[in-house]
């Protein structure tokens, strides 16, 4: 009877065990074959991406491919003339650029205008496209209109949404006014990049090819 006991004790120690092992190599397999949570804007691929409105600049999603309507490589003159606003400048070099000040809601705070700035290094297609309030200085709360990325980042959102957002961001370089900016690629030359204030508060966003900010999108 004692060597049937301990046989038995024996079996279910070893079911335990199977039951354990079983667990854990489902859990493991899970992990495997669940997709990795998002931690970059997912890139526009189709037309469904663009907002039905344009003018609705709130709407607008950041992506690597640009902002809403605003899509990198696109005809600069089309795409700028479907949005209600825009202002046509050309540098002493001859980069062109397009400027909206899109209207305010009562979230923004006074002397923060966001502006939304496009720019075509040649003329034709678009090269990068912006967006930046007029006064970062004291920016420190959140920004009416602004285009968001998926993870609901945009102007007036705090660095530290903006690194839990992306973990992989990387520190890029100093920005006049004692501002910061960090860089999101991904992987084929293409960046979305953050510019971050003395109060670690997004004062710019900016989509193009380039790791780097400048206060002239044409450099």
Known sequence: MRATGLSMAAAAAALVLASLTGCTHSSDTAKTSAPASPTRPAPQKTASAVPVDPANVSAWLVTWAGMGPLTIGGDVTAQTAAIPGFAKTIDEDG????????????????????TVTTVARDGSATTAVRIRV????????AVSPTPKTSAGIGLGSTLDALQKAYPDLERSNSVSGGQRAYALGDGNGRFVDFVVNGDDVVTAIVVGGD?????????
């Open 134 to 141: 007029a006064d970062a200085s004291g920016l420190d709360q």
């Open 211 to 219: 790791d780097r900010v400048s206060s002239d999108l044409c450099d």
């Open 95 to 114: 980069c062109v650029g397009y400027e909206l000040e899109p209207k305010q809601t009562g979230a923004t705070p006074d002397g923060a205008q966001p």
